[in-house]
């Protein structure tokens, strides 16, 4: 109908373009509160006039339930092309962890951008004691950008930094049920509430970590309080150059996003999860390859991939002819003493949350009554 019509009326064909793209199962239905577009898929039934030529077709369709919002976030995480992550997500019935697997059995991502998701606001706080032989690392979550901008929501996550670093608390029930320092009458859990109800929005101290050491321990807070780095090293001599080549490794986790510090720590089922994924890329990508080659092609993509989650097999950011422990190595020789990386700790504020979804049709249909 609406394909005779733009041909009597003479609509420029974007107007066709629009309904086909309404007609495959994805629309924009509504601003937020803060302006972001949220995607609704298609639901037969509805009221639109494209729907009434279509809705046989749409029914059983499988792309109906995959909305421009889950494309664009798979994209996000894995570098697919779009209509790569559609498929994908097809495939799987939108389950987001196994279409990024889809994608990497078909060599279509890369494993280092197998990422959580991020949409929760907030910010992450470190502090380290004066005689640097303690730090915490705290992330305390919000509904807005908006309020984690706010002073006093900045001001009350430094209390926060500051009560995990005095704190002996080992999980988060146990912290939130400990005295606040400040003003000992109150628990965390009841100045949080008050925090709450004063700055007008949703809060959540959200995970803490504090670091004791008898060696050192370097903190880095990237973009305002987005990334969180907490660094711990053992040094025979502790002096400014030494201090600020373990800054430059933090600086180097924020950005690298590494999961551990060496190769040993990774534990064997993930290697053989990751074993099996290059298998199936590798025979996707090869099928006519004889299985000994393909083992050959195993061993080697797997050594790549594991250079990028261990820190001291990363390339180093200031200097690419260096790995990060060959860095180490030279400086350990220019002060005079031996530095070991011994643990490492990165927040980054709102990893692996999701926002949440509202379904526009739905809120609609409620406050029509249906």
Request: glycine fraction near 8%; proline fraction near 2%.
């Amino acid at each position: 109908m609406f394909r005779q019509m733009n041909a009597s009326t003479g609509c420029d064909k974007r107007v066709e373009a629009f309904f086909d793209l309404w007609g495959s199962g994805i629309r924009t239905a509504a601003e937020t509160a803060v302006g972001e577009k949220e995607e609704v898929p298609y639901r037969p039934g509805s009221l639109n006039l494209y729907n009434m030529n279509n809705e046989k077709n749409m029914e059983g369709n499988q792309m109906a339930a995959i909305t421009a919002g889950m494309v664009k976030e798979l994209r996000e995480m894995t570098g697919a092309g779009m209509m790569d992550c559609k498929k994908a997500l097809a495939a799987t019935d939108g389950d987001m962890e196994k279409a990024v697997e889809f994608l990497r059995e078909k060599g279509l991502a890369a494993a280092s951008k197998k990422a959580g998701r991020i949409a929760a606001e907030g910010l992450v706080k470190t502090l380290v004691s004066e005689d640097g032989k303690s730090a915490a690392i705290v992330e305390v979550n919000s509904e807005t950008d908006f309020v984690a901008k706010n002073a006093q929501f900045q001001g009350y996550v430094a209390d926060v930094a500051a009560q995990v670093l005095a704190s002996s608390a080992q999980d988060m029930d146990a912290f939130m049920a400990e005295a606040w320092a400040k003003d000992t009458s109150l628990t965390v859990a009841q100045v949080l509430s008050s925090q709450i109800a004063v700055i007008g929005e949703n809060m959540n101290i959200r995970r803490f970590e504090k670091i004791t050491t008898d060696g050192v321990v370097i903190d880095y807070i990237h973009g305002g309080g987005r990334i969180g780095v907490l660094l711990e090293a053992s040094a025979e001599v502790v002096s400014d150059d030494v201090k600020e080549a373990l800054k430059n490794i933090a600086m180097q986790i924020a950005a690298l996003t590494p999961k551990y510090v060496k190769r040993d720590e990774i534990p064997q089922e993930f290697v053989e999860h990751e074993t099996e994924i290059l298998k199936v890329q590798a025979k996707n990508e090869n099928p006519d390859k004889p299985d000994a080659i393909i083992e050959k092609m195993i061993v080697g993509r797997l050594n790549k991939e594991l250079k990028e989650f261990c820190l001291l097999d990363q390339a180093y950011v200031k200097d690419g002819d260096l790995t990060v422990a060959k860095y180490l190595e030279q400086v350990s020789k220019e002060v005079g003493g031996k530095i070991e990386l011994k643990k490492f700790v990165r927040f980054e504020t709102g990893e692996g949350l999701e926002k949440k979804e509202e379904d526009f049709a739905a809120e609609v249909a409620k406050q029509m009554g249906n």
